[in-house]
C-alpha cells in the first residue's frame, strides 16, 4: 500500500488493480481495513480505529482512493462528493485504438444492469436511465494504444468504461465492454490519476496525484505527457 496524502483528518492512498475499497462477497481483505491496520500501528492506537469511505473505485481499476480519519471530515467529504462539484476527480485511461475527434464531451444515457454489473447506453430518457457525462482529451497516441485525460461531470456506473466503449475505444484489458485481451495483472488501464478539492477542515486546496501503474506502457506513456 502506497500512500500519497495523511493528515489528521484525511488519508489518501493508490489503489492496485486487485484491491477491493470496501468489503464485498468475496471475502477478500478490503483497502479500508489495510488502512485501519496501518494507521493502528503508525499511531500506537488502542482500540478500533475510524476510517471513512468516502468514493469507490471499481476492483479493476487503480489510482488515488481518499479516505476520512475522523467523523467531521467524512461528513463534509461526503456533502462534497454527493455535489460533484466541490471534488474534481482525473482519470488516465489507456484505450483501444484512438477516438476520431482528440478531445471531446460525450453526454449519453445509462441503464445500470445489476444481474451483469455493467451499463448499457440508452435511449434519452428511458425507464431508469441516468445521464452521463464526461470529457476526455489525448495525451499521447501510439501504434495501438491512445492514453487518454478524462473529467468527469457525472458519477456513473462504470460510466467512463462504458461512454469510451461506445465510441470504438474500449479501455485495455477491459473485456467486459469490448476489448480484445485481458491485462496481466487481471486489472483493466484505467487509473484514478488525480484528485484536487477543498480539505473539508483546514479549507486549504488539495491536490493529490497517484502514481501509474508499474506497467511498461503505462510508464511509457507517462513518460511523454508534458
Known sequence: MTVLYEDNH??????TCNEIVQGDKTGDTPLSETV?????????????VFLGVTHRLDRPT????????????????????????????TYW?????????????????????????????ARPNANNAKTAILNYKTLVRGENYTLLEIDLETGRHHQIRCQLAAIGCPVKGD???????????????????????IHPVSKQEICITAPVPNDSLWQQFAALVH
Do not use: C
Not at 484525511?10 to 489503489?15: L, T
Not at 467523523?71 to 454527493?82: D, G, H, P, V
Open 62 to 89: 487503480s489510482g488515488v482512493v481518499l479516505f476520512a480519519r475522523t467523523s467531521k471530515a467524512l461528513t463534509r467529504l461526503n456533502e462534497m462528493f454527493k455535489s460533484h462539484e466541490q471534488i474534481k476527480k
Open 175 to 197: 473485456l467486459k465492454y469490448g476489448a480484445k485481451r485481458s491485462n496481466p495483472d487481471g486489472g483493466i488501464s484505467l487509473h484514478a490519476r488525480k484528485i484536487e478539492f
Open 36 to 48: 485501519k491496520a496501518y494507521i493502528k500501528e503508525k499511531y500506537n492506537k488502542p482500540g478500533e
Open 10 to 15: 484525511i488519508i489518501a492512498v493508490n489503489k
Open 93 to 121: 485511461a489507456i484505450v483501444q485504438g484512438a477516438p476520431k475527434v482528440p478531445e471531446a464531451r460525450l453526454e449519453n444515457w445509462l441503464i445500470r444492469n445489476e444481474q451483469q454489473n455493467k451499463s448499457h447506453i
